[in-house]
């Protein structure tokens, strides 16, 4: 079984800054990546930001403005979202692709989802 525990969500006002941040706990043999999804009303879930090894990965919207970072000593990834602005509105979700073991198969994890709302 693997927890993942996300905080830092809220409410800020357009051009503000906010810092996400999971913890992946449980039975984790090795992570593969890590990254964070997000879900707004009446849209399907996409991809904000993913880290494998040293290789970030950004959606277009995000770029230059998002900065997603690792400790791997610790499971935890975060995510810095600077100007932010109402698009970015969503529930943000942390997504872990870990394996138990050596020659295990991978698995992904998701958070339970953290609140991102943007004031303009």
């Known amino acids: 079984q693997v927890q993942l525990v996300e905080s830092g969500g809220g409410l800020v006002q357009a051009g503000g800054s906010l810092r996400l941040s999971c913890v992946a706990s449980?039975?984790?043999?090795?992570?593969?990546?890590m990254g964070w999804y997000r879900q707004a009303p009446g849209k399907q879930r996409e991809l904000v930001a993913s880290i494998t090894g040293n290789k970030m990965v950004y959606a277009d919207s995000v770029k230059g403005r998002f900065t997603i970072s690792r400790d791997g000593a610790e499971n935890t990834v975060n995510l810095r979202m600077n100007s932010l602005n109402p698009e970015d509105t969503a529930v943000y979700y942390c997504?872990?692709?870990?394996?138990?073991?050596?020659?295990?198969?991978?698995?992904?994890?998701w958070g339970q989802g953290t609140q991102v709302t943007v004031s303009s």
């Open positions: 449980g039975n984790i043999f090795m992570i593969d990546s």
């Open positions: 997504s872990v692709k870990h394996r138990r073991g050596l020659f295990s198969a991978p698995v992904t994890s």
